[in-house]
C-alpha cells in the first residue's frame, strides 16, 4: 500500500524570461558593441537589457540570471561610453589640428 498523503516532490520553479532575456541581449550586446556601426545596435540591446533585467528582479525565479543580464548590459553600457568619449577625443584632436 502506498500513502497518498504524501505529494510528489517539485520540479524546479519555471525559468523567468524576462531575466534569460536580460541575459542573453547583455551577452550579445558586449559581443557586438565593438563594431563600429554596429555598435549602435549593441548599445540599444544593452539598454533594453538591463530595463528587463531590473524588471525581472522582481520576480521569485531567476534572480541569478537577472543580475548576470544587469552586469552583462552594464559592462557593454561602459564600453560604448569608453568608445564614444575616445571617439570624441580624436575628433577634437583633429579639428584643433585642422584649424
Known sequence: MTDQSQTA????????????????????????????????????????????????LRGASGRGLAIGGIVCSGVSLVITAIYMLGFLAIIGAAAANAG
Open 9 to 56: 516532490p517539485r520540479g524546479p520553479e519555471p525559468a523567468n524570461g524576462m531575466a534569460i532575456a536580460s541575459l542573453v541581449l547583455g551577452i550579445v550586446s558586449v559581443l557586438i558593441v565593438w563594431i563600429p556601426i554596429v555598435g549602435i545596435l549593441g548599445t540599444l540591446m544593452a539598454l533594453i537589457g538591463l530595463v528587463l533585467g531590473i524588471l525581472a
